[in-house]
């Protein structure tokens, strides 16, 4: 190679370099407390079928035992916190951050009763399945004079 291919690849190594400190020096503060963060809003998809609500929500990295879930007639709210683990020797670099560590609370307005005696959840696969039957509505009857 001529020492003028030698000199560029050197000047674009120390430039790349030189970029990745700027960067991580940018995102420094978001790094330092994670817990300070606005909540955390994981993402849901809710269903309807003919006999209940599901909603499926993400919930990777957390801890079922310290998943809150509330149904009150017509309203769902699941709340909770979601700790990464720090790596157990002491790192010496941070080269990227991102997974959010911090509160959740989503809420949901259901547009029908749900039967509370009979709502279930599963955790699996990093997803929440939270099962809530409909509440049957009254029907009508005739009753009979004696």
């Not at 003028?4 to 978001?30: A, L, Y």
């Not at 560590?101 to 990093?126: H, P, W």
Request: aromatic fraction near 6%.
């Amino acid at each position: 190679m001529s020492a003028m291919k030698n000199r560029i690849f050197s000047e674009f190594e120390e430039m790349e370099k030189q970029m990745g400190r700027m960067f991580r020096n940018m995102s420094f503060p978001q790094m330092i407390s994670q817990q300070s963060k606005t909540e955390w809003l994981p993402a849901a998809n809710v269903y309807e079928t003919k006999e209940k609500m599901i909603i499926f929500m993400e919930a990777s990295g957390l801890d079922p035992e310290k998943i809150n879930i509330s149904v009150e007639s017509r309203n769902v709210t699941i709340s909770g916190v979601r700790q990464i683990p720090s790596p157990e020797n002491k790192c010496t670099h941070i080269h990227q951050l991102e997974i959010e560590q911090c509160n959740f609370n989503r809420s949901f307005s259901l547009s029908m009763a749900i039967d509370i005696e009979a709502a279930t959840s599963v955790y699996k696969n990093g997803l929440l399945e939270i099962i809530l039957p409909k509440l049957q509505a009254a029907g009508k009857i005739k009753i009979k004079v004696k």
